[in-house]
């Protein structure tokens, strides 16, 4: 199932996320803007993980103490997903 989340605090508007929601797994991650190389690298490294797995990875990295970065917020956004499951 496709979700769409919109960001906060980052540069990145909004993160588009396909999660397999019989295994809690991520399909596939797409940032709409931030850091082209670092949001490709961040969404190739969470391909085909479970959830709870990227949110241990990634909740609270923290980008030039803006209290959140591009990978916190794909945490938040799978926490919020996780919970519509």
């Known amino acids: ?3 769409k ?3 906060q605090g980052i540069c ?3 993160i588009i996320i396909d999660v397999d929601e019989a295994t809690e797994t991520v399909n596939s991650v797409q940032f709409v803007g931030g850091c082209s190389g670092n949001t490709q690298g961040v969404a190739a490294l969470v391909k085909g993980r479970k959830i709870d797995e990227v949110v241990g990875l990634l ?3 923290d980008c030039n103490f ?3 970065s591009c990978p ?3 945490a938040r ?3 919020d997903i996780q919970s519509e499951i």
Do not use: F, N, P, S
């Open 72 to 74: 916190d917020q794909l």
């Open 77 to 79: 956004a799978l926490e």
């Open 12 to 14: 990145a508007r909004q």
């Open 59 to 61: 909740k609270g990295i």
């Open 66 to 68: 803006k209290g959140t």
């Open 5 to 7: 989340y919109g960001t």
């Open 1 to 3: 199932m496709e979700y």
